[in-house]
């Protein structure tokens, strides 16, 4: 044998295609591959990107509807601690694992108009007493 000549050659697969390689007695490959054959993609550019687009908004809006929305403060009735135009994210996963405590700030549908919502601070709870 040849010193130098490559003992056996195998296929190998990987991102950049697939390729055979040469390998040498002393277990290193030879500098260039024998023959790689690199595969076209599949897909378009344009369909790629198209359903990353979907992907994202699907989960932007799964997000947005079941764990966490964020709402504006529209009144200065949160003030000092949140001035108006103040954005507040809400965790809407949080009260299924813990009761409302005092010093909260929930966010609920006005009861006389379901389309508005109000941002209030929670200042009692069940058995509490509220002094005036």
Known sequence: MARGAPVCSD????????????????????????????????????????????????????????????FVIPSGSMLPTLQIGDYVPVNKFLYAFRPIRRGDIIVFKFPQDESRDFIKRVISVTAGAVKG
């Open 11 to 70: 296929t190998l697969r990987g991102p950049a295609g697939e390729g055979k390689v040469a390998i040498h007695a002393d277990g290193k490959s030879a500098a260039e591959p024998l023959g790689v054959r690199v595969r076209r993609p599949t897909r378009s550019v344009l369909r790629e990107y198209a359903e990353s687009l979907i992907i994202a908004v699907l989960l932007a809006l799964a997000i947005r509807g079941f764990v966490v929305q964020a």
